[in-house]
């Protein structure tokens, strides 16, 4: 059975440890959020926080992440320091028992939306992406220069539109959406700081970056096999070029680029169904297909697309991702494991953002990540494993 899991943000979330117990969920994911990052996370730390959750009945299943610091992506400052931080962060972790750690190499945003709380017909809420608003954000706000040839012509007229139409709340409101996506967000940026974080990658083209990814995975792998830890990285999300930042995990062929770069079960991914499926470009029942042996960690939700390069995060069964070929995927892949004598054949999978609903709309919620929302994704997710199980025994 693939390992049902849930994210946890730690002893300040909302959502308790008894609380995810009650969904079925059997796995934490987590992360060490108070160690800055590309610091060291100690054993005592670790242990600290496995303690924690194992009192609770459950397990440390994946951790969410071990940031990657801003230097080792622009190969500038201290990053050989950060490195060699990140290898024993990893060391330790396996000597814990802790054995997959997702991580993303997205530049400055771990992800972008443009309304966190966006109305659906039900009253629930869900988080949305529009062109029009985030170019509205990039060319009228931000003002970041050149923003505007990043853009068709069509997008550019109604961001101008849009923009026109937002007063000083709603220009604040958009703002700090979209720094919602930026690491450390919870403090205080201003767009001038904002800009000069994004400047630190002016000479840093897709090309480059995939080149300081490399160097970044030949570093940490042999110490992931070394340790018994199965690396999974997550796509880029929405899985396109923003802000002028480089972009390295949002198709196909740059995952089978990642994971041929260092041949090893330990160089894996995160199959994030919402983040690829962003992309009308993306078929995930192709990918879920072809990179399934080295699916480490998966992420199951579904998201409405255009080929405008606008989104919705929907339910489960609704949107344009097939979430039965995916998860019939998966399973194969477990049995294949299986078949092959691993131990590790298990695959954890949590239910990923849920739309805010009942009683945890007007809740202090982490953007996507309230109850009801995703107690009803996993109830989903445990169901269609079950079908596909039964189906596959015929």
């Known amino acids: 059975m693939i390992e049902q899991t849930w994210r946890w943000y730690g002893p300040n979330d909302r959502i308790t440890l008894s609380d995810i117990k009650q969904t079925g969920a059997t796995g ?19 242990q600290k926080r496995k303690v924690e959750i194992e009192a609770a ?45 997702c991580y993303n190499f997205m530049p400055v945003l771990d992800w972008s939306r443009t309304n ?72 205080s940026y201003t767009l001038e700081q904002f800009q000069a974080v994004l400047d630190g990658y002016k000479d840093i083209d897709d090309a480059r970056l995939r080149q300081h990814l490399q160097v970044f995975l030949e570093a940490i792998i042999p110490i992931a096999e070394e340790s018994g830890v199965r690396m ?31 041949d090893s079960i330990s160089n894996g991914i995160t199959l994030c169904t919402g983040s690829w499926g962003a992309g009308y470009f993306n078929d995930l029942s192709e990918m879920a297909k072809e990179l399934a042996p080295r699916i480490n960690f998966a992420h199951l939700r579904n998201v409405n697309r255009d080929t405008d390069y606008n989104f919705n995060e929907d339910y489960l069964f609704n949107g344009d991702v097939d979430i039965y070929a995916v998860l019939k995927a998966i399973v194969e892949e477990e049995e294949r494991r299986k078949q092959q004598g691993r131990n590790d054949f298990s695959i954890p ?36 494993e079950l079908g596909i199980r039964r189906s596959l025994l015929k």
């Open 28 to 46: 934490i994911v987590t992360a060490l959020h108070h160690v800055p990052n590309g610091e060291v996370w100690t054993i005592e730390e670790i």
């Open 57 to 101: 009945g459950l397990v440390w299943s994946v951790v969410e992440s071990v940031p990657v610091h801003e230097d080792i992506k622009k190969q500038s400052g201290n990053w050989e320091v950060y490195v060699a931080n990140y290898q024993q962060s990893i060391r330790n972790l396996g000597e814990c028992g802790i054995e997959t750690i």
């Open 116 to 187: 966190l709380e966006s109305s659906f017909d039900d009253g629930s809420l869900a988080l949305i992406y529009e062109q029009k608003v985030f170019a509205a954000f990039d060319i009228h706000i931000l003002k970041r220069p050149g923003a505007a040839i990043d853009y068709t012509d069509k997008i550019v007229q109604e961001a101008e539109a849009y923009f026109n139409s937002l007063d000083e709340a709603g220009i604040e409101s958009l703002t700090n959406t979209v720094i919602k996506g930026l690491p450390g967000a919870e403090e």
């Open 232 to 262: 999974a990285i997550h796509p880029d999300d929405p899985p396109w070029g923003l802000l002028g930042l480089p972009r390295v995990v949002s198709t196909l062929d740059d995952a089978k680029t990642i994971i041929s770069t260092v």
């Open 349 to 384: 999978v949590r239910p990923d953002h849920g739309n805010q609903m009942l009683g945890d709309v007007g809740q202090d919620n982490n953007p996507g990540y309230s109850l009801y929302g995703r107690m009803k994704g996993l109830a989903e997710i445990r169901g269609l």
